[in-house]
């Protein structure tokens, strides 16, 4: 009774003042309505990108004033890189919901204290249970149809400006082109990325949290940049060529960059190896992972094409739109499939999971120690929750596999065991059965199940890609072939690899969705 809280009022009269309930875990049947808002998760994705991509290159300033000992440009770069990073933690802060149920129940109570001060009263005798409910919301997007058609609507809009210019009004045209040039730049290096996004989605028949998507798209955001610094500062040392010479260039696209990329977006993938379910769930994983690499490369390749006009950009947006976008996502998602089949083992998964829990739950007393109320439960005690041991952990999992393993009970068999309860026939019971071998013919593309192999292989793809591309562009010249004829060879083989990667894409997802 010492840490009670006692009032005396001026008669005498002594209240004991009571505590608020301690927060406890939600019942499992909970569910809570969200308003759909399909564009919401858009907005976030732009408010993310553009101070993402600034925060990159700001990092990477950071970066080279370390190597070069420049004290005063690690000091810029760190003073510009705090808003940014705050902006992009406050659009992804955890959403959490303080829930407070009253149930009837006669040996409860009539008044019920509130952690924030004042208390709850009710007409009735009622218990009262609080807890905290992470932001469940389903990943929800625009229709498919929709994405798709503002993605035609603004490529038709770059061409038509770009015909105006040639046959009606130069100046016309360059006016408009100058009023839609930031609309145009913006939806066409974002759209794409939501529509695969939405498409995958639609495919694979996953439901997805918004909060775990979201939290994909930023790793694959946050992975291009160590792959930038790779690509430009370790890269171009290693390369025996001078960067005037064309094998130079070709190294560092066909060589250089998939290299670091892959590696790079299949690191991020691992990330949430402790929350991957199995081989299609990290597919999914890739996937987005691999958009959200294409969504920096866009802000800025799209952004550059702009400078050439409006033709180039309206190219630039399709080829990468219906291109590079899913074959970024493509490969990274081999990669992710490979992690998937990883994430299958219960044991190494119980003990990644253990181990990121506690991390958080140190994250958390950390931050309340210092005063800051993490967890929004009205106090700063901490963690309040239920930490099991690495060993309870271990022990878990193994039980949930045997469980997986061993699904049926076998009536009437002699265990040892004594039976209680009714027997429902169990003399009387006979099962016949005829063994027919089924064989199962895997579908699609089925991708490495080794994480070497898949990595391995998505550097091929994205190599080829990148390698061939480039070719294309000069073999036509060292041929001596004429301008007219260099920019069909060109134009057909960017057709050939988008038609490519399309029909992978579609192969493997077909493949992945066989696996289960």
């Known amino acids: 009774m010492q840490d009670e809280r006692v009032f005396i009022d001026q008669m005498g009269r002594m209240y004991r003042i009571k505590h608020p309930e301690p927060l406890s875990e939600p019942p499992s049947n909970l569910r809570i309505a969200r308003t759909s808002k399909p564009w919401g998760v858009y907005l976030r994705m732009l408010g993310t990108v553009i101070p993402a991509f600034f925060l990159m290159y700001v990092l990477h300033f950071l970066v080279i004033g370390a190597i070069s000992l420049e004290p005063g440009l690690v000091l810029v770069s760190g003073i510009c890189s705090a808003p940014l990073v705050f902006l992009i933690l406050s659009l992804h802060k955890p959403r959490l919901v303080h829930v407070r149920l009253a149930v009837s129940d006669a040996s409860g109570s009539e008044a019920h204290a509130l952690p924030e001060g004042g208390s709850l009263r009710t007409p009735m005798k009622t218990k009262l249970t609080r807890f905290l409910v992470k932001d469940d919301s389903i990943l929800d997007v625009p229709p498919n149809r929709q994405l798709w058609g503002l993605f035609a609507a603004v490529v038709s809009a770059g061409i038509s400006i770009s015909i105006l210019m040639l046959t009606v009004s130069e100046v016309g045209g360059v006016i408009l082109f100058l009023l839609l040039a930031v609309p145009i730049w913006f939806v066409g290096f974002s759209l794409p990325v939501l529509a695969w996004w939405g498409t995958s989605n639609k495919l694979l028949g996953l439901p997805t949290r918004r909060r775990d998507a979201e939290a994909w798209l930023m790793a694959g955001m946050a992975s291009a940049f160590p792959a930038s610094i790779f690509n430009s500062l370790i890269v171009p040392e290693i390369i025996p060529f001078e960067p005037d010479q064309w094998a130079y260039e070709f190294l560092l696209l066909a060589a250089g960059a998939p290299f670091c990329e892959e590696i790079f977006k299949a690191m991020a993938v691992a990330l949430f190896l402790p929350y991957i379910t199995g081989p299609k769930h990290g597919f999914q994983v890739g996937f987005t992972v691999g958009l959200g690499f294409a969504l920096i490369e866009n802000f800025q390749y799209i952004g550059i094409s702009l400078l050439d006009g409006a033709l180039s950009v309206s190219i630039t947006i399709l080829v ?6 899913p074959g970024h996502a493509v490969w990274t998602a081999i990669s992710g499939t490979a992690i998937g ?11 990644l999971s253990w181990k990121a829990k506690s991390m958080a739950i140190s994250a958390i007393d950390m931050a309340e120690g210092i005063g800051i109320d993490t967890d929004g439960d009205g106090d700063l005690s901490g963690f309040d929750g239920f930490h099991p041991t690495l060993e309870e952990a271990i022990s878990k999992a193994s039980l949930e596999e045997m469980d997986e393993i061993n699904p049926w009970i076998i009536l009437g068999n002699d265990t040892g065991v004594a039976e209680t309860g009714l027997k429902l026939g169990i003399e009387d019971f006979s099962l016949t059965y005829e063994r027919i071998p089924v064989s199962q013919t895997p579908r699609g593309i089925q991708t490495p199940k080794r994480i070497p192999a ?12 990148n390698g061939s591309s480039f070719l294309s562009f000069y073999a036509p010249t060292w041929l001596g072939m004429g ?9 057909s083989w960017v057709i050939f690899l988008i038609c490519s990667v399309l029909l992978v894409a579609r192969g493997v997802i077909r493949g992945v969705n066989s696996l289960e």
């Open 341 to 351: 089949w990883m994430a299958t083992d219960k044991e190494l998964k119980a003990k």
């Open 483 to 491: 301008e007219g004829g260099a920019t069909l060879i060109m134009l």
């Open 454 to 465: 898949a990595i391995a292989l998505s550097i091929v793809g994205h190599s080829f890609w």
């Open 320 to 325: 990468r739109g219906i291109g590079s976008i």
